[in-house]
């Protein structure tokens, strides 16, 4: 199998706050990891590419202080955001790759972050 | 850099009959294409993927074509059930990049 799990599954937090989501690959070695963020009836939208052990590759427009990206062992990678504000209001994925041979990615169940 | 378009944006059949989603690519080098189910509150599901090497899979009832000459690629389901409504979206691997693009979705509703 190929699970990916998300922690949590819906927070929501204060303005000025920080959030921290956890993905994790239960059954496999994630050698690496993506973060997406969807809006509702849109498309996901990559945010960042990590990989274990190094910084994250993040895309154009990403706020890499904003969004920090933590990939500390092959089964768990995080993203904190950080003074979050009512416009990072969202439902965030994370996806598992399980190595540069494989093309594969595996999704988690998202987080649905709502900022008041 | 990458595009992946995908038609129609929604999409209602009657149960029993075929759903055909479509969408379209800019790399050329492009050679991973995977088609993802998104039900309502959930993360994507891979439910079909083809590789540019060949140019049909099947599993069950869901088949997908590739035409790596025209650049598209459609997802056909048959016999199509209620638990087939969901949103689904095509994607394609930004070789040169190592990232996959998404399209913009198609959501499929099953009528009874």
């Known amino acids: 199998g190929a699970v990916v799990s998300q922690h949590p599954s819906r927070v929501i937090c204060k303005s000025g706050t920080s959030v921290k989501i956890e993905c994790r690959s239960l059954?496999?070695?994630?050698?690496?990891m993506f973060w997406y963020r969807q809006f509702p009836k849109q498309s996901l939208m990559l945010m960042a590419t990590s990989n274990e052990g190094s910084k994250a590759t993040y895309e154009q427009g990403v706020e890499k202080d904003k969004f920090l990206i933590n990939h500390a062992s092959l089964t768990l990678s995080t993203l904190t955001v950080t003074s979050a504000h009512p416009e990072d209001s969202s439902f965030y994925i994370c996806?598992?790759?399980?190595?540069?041979?494989?093309?594969?990615?595996?999704f988690g169940p998202g987080t649905r972050l709502t900022v008041t | 850099g990458e595009n992946v378009e995908q038609h129609p944006s929604t999409l209602s059949v009657q149960e029993g009959d075929s759903a055909v989603i479509k969408c379209t690519y800019s790399d050329s080098a492009s050679n991973y294409f995977p088609w993802y189910k998104q039900e309502l509150g959930k993360g994507p599901q891979l439910i079909i993927d083809?590789?540019?090497?060949?140019g049909e899979k099947k599993d069950q009832r869901i088949a997908v074509t590739l035409n790596k000459t025209a650049k598209h690629f459609s997802l056909h389901i048959t016999e199509t059930q209620p638990e087939d409504s969901a949103v689904y979206f095509c994607?394609?691997?930004?070789?040169?990049?190592?990232?996959?693009?998404f399209g913009s979705g198609t959501r499929l509703s099953i009528r009874p």
């Open positions: 059954d496999f070695q994630a050698t690496t």
């Open positions: 994607a394609a691997l930004y070789s040169s990049a190592s990232k996959i693009i």
């Open positions: 083809i590789r540019s090497n060949v």
């Open positions: 996806s598992a790759s399980k190595g540069s041979n494989s093309y594969e990615q595996y």
